[in-house]
Nanobody
Framework: QVQLVQSGGGLVQTGGSLRLSCAAS????????KGWFRQAPGKEREFVAV????????YITDSMRGRFAISEDGAKNTVYLEMNTLKPEDTAVYYC?????????????WGQGTQVTVSS
């Protein structure tokens, strides 16, 4: 019912910024919540941020609050993750997802993932 296609990602230096995009399509694309997760090799998938289906409520995990922000362009059904003051420990594959809140198991839909690498 929902397809999520990610873009963005890449290589950035410590202290730099990057914006990830997630374009949603399908019957429920404009009504479900949309979140961001990340996963580094050997580590568990980690919650980053989520925006409610209405676009009115956002939540960012404590460790990234102040550096990362989530937003949505309703006309394009596209969700963004703005990442600032990036650190090497932010290096991971970043995934967008739909239909949950702060836990990965809650989500039904997932994007393909995109690599973010922060160099020292």
């Amino acid at each position: 019912q929902v397809q999520l296609v990610q873009s963005g990602g890449g290589l950035v230096q410590t202290g730099g910024s990057l914006r990830l995009s997630c374009a949603a399509s399908g019957r429920s694309a404009d009504t479900i919540s949309k979140g961001w997760f990340r996963q580094a090799p050997g580590k568990e998938r980690e919650f980053v941020a989520v925006i409610s289906g209405s676009g009115t409520i956002t939540y960012i995990t404590d460790s990234m609050r102040g550096r990362f922000a989530i937003s949505e362009d309703g006309a394009k059904n596209t969700v963004y993750l703005e990442m600032n003051t990036l650190k090497p420990e932010d290096t991971a594959v970043y995934y967008c997802a739909g239909g949950g809140w702060t836990s990965a198991h809650e989500y039904q839909y997932w994007g393909q993932g995109t690599q973010v690498t922060v160099s020292s």
